[in-house]
C-alpha cells in the first residue's frame, strides 16, 4: 500500500537482483511507520486532511493512475476527461486518508459510539440472540475498515477476508492495525474449510468484494460484465446465515455513518444454488453502483477492475502494463 504513495521507480532493478526487492520492501515498510506514527501523533481530522493533501498530489503521478482514470471511465463514460482527471486527484486525496485512518483504528474502536453513526442496527443486532453467524460485504469506499471496528464494539466476532500483500513488513504491519476489530485474518486463498468452520463457529465473516476476481462469474457492475467472486453468496446459502451489505460514509471532523442493508436473498429460491448465488450477487453490485455513483471520490480502486478489452480504445491502457 505504501507503494501507492512511494512510487514504483525502482520495480526494474528490484526484479532482476531480489537482494534490492528486499531492500524496497524494508524501505517502503519504514516509510509507511512513520507515515502511521505521524498520524496517529495528530488528531484524526487534522491526519486526514494531511495526507490527503499529500496522496492527492503524489498519487496521479503514480502508474497506477491510469487504472485509476479507466476504472472511473468505465463507471461514468458520461464525465469529460477533464472531469475525470480531477475525480481521480480526489480519489487519490480519500486513499491519503484511509492510510492515516489505520493510525487511529484502535483509537476509533474505542470510540465508535461518539465517532459512528449506526444505521440499519436492527440487522446486527438480530446476529445476537441467539449468536450466529453472517456473511458481511462491502466495497472499497469511504473507509470499509470502520465496519469492522463497529461489528467488534456490539459483541459480534468477526474475521476478515484478505489479500495478503506482496511485501511482508508492510502486510504484517497493516495485519496490526486490523487487530482493532477483526480476532482473524483469513487469506483469499487459504482452504474454502476454514470459512465454513468460521461461520459454523458463529462468527461473522467480512469481504471487501468489488475488485477483479479472475476465478469468479462474469457479472455487471457499471453495465460492463467483469469477473466478480460469488462465494459470499454460496457460504450464505450454504450455511443458511444472513448476507449483509454494509456502507461506510466519511462524515466531516474525523467521523463516519455506517449503514448495515437488510439481507439479501435470491430472487428465485427454486434456481439452482450457483444462480442463485449469480442471483445475490448482482444485488450486491447494485448497492455498490448506488453508493459509488453518489461519492465517487471515495472509491479506492487503483488496480484495474474490468477486462482489458472492456472500454473504449481511448481508455484501454497498454497492454503490457501491470493488471
Not at 495528530?42 to 487504472?67: D, E, F, N, W, Y
Not at 460485504?137 to 467488534?152: D, F, Y
Not at 484478505?162 to 495485519?175: H, V
Request: glycine share 6%; charged share 20%; proline share 7%.
Amino acid at each position: 500500500m505504501a507503494r501507492l504513495i512511494f512510487g514504483s521507480s525502482l520495480r526494474g532493478l528490484a526484479e532482476r537482483w531480489p537482494v534490492v526487492h528486499r531492500c524496497i520492501w524494508m524501505l517502503e515498510a519504514g516509510f509507511f511507520a512513520v507515515f502511521l506514527l505521524v498520524s496517529w501523533c495528530l488528531p484524526l481530522s487534522v491526519a486526514q486532511r494531511v495526507a490527503s493533501a499529500v496522496t492527492s498530489r503524489m498519487g496521479p503521478r503514480q502508474q497506477k493512475h491510469r487504472h485509476v482514470l479507466r476504472n472511473l471511465g468505465i463507471a461514468f463514460p458520461e464525465r469529460t476527461p477533464a472531469e475525470r482527471e480531477e475525480l481521480g486527484r480526489q480519489l487519490w486525496g480519500n486513499v491519503g486518508k484511509v492510510f492515516a485512518e489505520y493510525a487511529h483504528l484502535h483509537r476509533l474502536r474505542r470510540q465508535v459510539t461518539s465517532r459512528v453513526e449506526l444505521l440499519g442496527r436492527e440487522h446486527l443486532q438480530a446476529l445476537l440472540k441467539p449468536r450466529r453467524g453472517a456473511i458481511l460485504v462491502t466495497p472499497h469506499l469511504g473507509n470499509w475498515e470502520i465496519a469492522g471496528c463497529v461489528v467488534s464494539e456490539m459483541g459480534l466476532t468477526l474475521s476478515v477476508v484478505y489479500s495478503p500483500l506482496q511485501n511482508p513488513y508492510l502486510d504484517r504491519m497493516i495485519a496490526w492495525c486490523r487487530r482493532a476489530h477483526a480476532s482473524g485474518l483469513l487469506a483469499r486463498d487459504d482452504n474454502p474449510r476454514i470459512l465454513l468452520r468460521e461461520l459454523a463457529a458463529n462468527r461473522c465473516i467480512g469481504f471487501v468484494m468489488d475488485q477483479r476476481v479472475d476465478t469468479g462469474e462474469m457479472i455487471p457492475m457499471f453495465g460492463v460484465e467483469r469477473s466478480t467472486t460469488v462465494v459470499p453468496a454460496r457460504l450464505a446459502l450454504r450455511q443458511g446465515v444472513d448476507l449483509l451489505p454494509i456502507r461506510t460514509e466519511r462524515l466531516a471532523g474525523g467521523l463516519f455513518r455506517l449503514t448495515v442493508c437488510p439481507p439479501v436473498r435470491p430472487t428465485d429460491p427454486q434456481a439452482s444454488h450457483q444462480e442463485q448465488a449469480v442471483q445475490m450477487t448482482r444485488q450486491i453490485n447494485a448497492y455498490f453502483e448506488a453508493w459509488i455513483g453518489e461519492r465517487p471520490a471515495d472509491w479506492f480502486c487503483t488496480n484495474r477492475l474490468w477486462p482489458k478489452d472492456a472500454c473504449p480504445q481511448e481508455l484501454a491502457e497498454d497492454s503490457s502494463g501491470p493488471a
